[in-house]
Antibody
């Protein structure tokens, strides 16, 4: 079955760190453009980061310098390392796979993992 | 904040046609394709339209997309109760070098 399963969310204090995982099955993450998209409570969708099939990465301004996206080929997992977290990072974080040749057409999504930043 | 602008809400009665607009700029919609997503609260988004006008397998042909210049639209014809959801447009932004979403439109049937 082709699916994505996120994990690693939870409650963290401001200034803390968290690493999210996105486990893929049924396909290989290194052959696809994989993104993280987040949604703050009651708010809209916000693109966070992408790791391209070639290995390069891009980040939204909100995460530049604080977030790092990476992947593990044998484990077939995509990660999002988040540092210096603030309350504005509180959101459900989704992992998504893009269509070939269309990096913003995310057609496979995980169920999301909730990150809460609070003291 | 969101780079693409959508109306906050739209509504219609069953069987009617509803259209949602998505306004952007030269660096996003003007030079990249537009995609549309449907999201029922509490669930992950679902891709409805990609590459401006294409429907993924399984999406009813009641949903259609169009684009002109720096704006795009999603039309839902033959509105059904199960179409009640939030709808988002997305594109790539060459200046920001990242994905961008619309502000979202809540459709009420």
């Amino acid at each position: 079955e082709v699916r994505l399963v996120e994990s690693g969310g939870g409650l963290v204090q401001p200034g803390g760190s968290l690493r999210l995982s996105c486990a893929a099955s049924g396909f290989t993450v290194i052959a696809n453009d994989m993104s993280w998209v987040r949604q703050a409570p009651g708010k809209g969708l916000e693109w966070v980061s992408v790791i391209y099939s070639g290995g390069s990465t891009d980040y939204a301004g909100s995460g530049k310098g604080r977030f790092t996206i990476s992947r593990d080929y044998p484990k077939n997992v995509v990660y999002l390392q988040m540092n210096f977290l603030t309350a504005e990072d509180t959101a459900v974080y989704f992992c998504a796979r893009a269509l070939p040749r269309d990096r913003s057409a995310w057609y496979l999504w995980g169920q999301g993992t909730l990150v809460s930043v609070s003291s | 904040q969101s780079v693409l602008t959508q109306p906050p809400s739209a509504s219609g009665t069953p069987g009617q046609r509803v259209t949602i607009s998505c306004s952007g700029g030269a660096s996003n919609i003007g030079s990249n394709t537009v995609n549309w997503y449907q999201q029922v609260p509490g669930t992950a988004p679902k891709l409805l339209i990609y590459s401006d006008v294409q429907r993924p397998s399984g999406v009813p042909d009641r949903f259609s997309g169009s684009k002109s210049g720096t704006s795009a639209s999603l039309a839902i014809s033959g509105l059904q109760s199960e179409d009640e959801a939030d709808y988002y447009c997305s594109s790539w932004d060459d200046s920001l070098m990242g994905g961008v979403f619309g502000t979202g439109t809540k459709v009420t049937v």
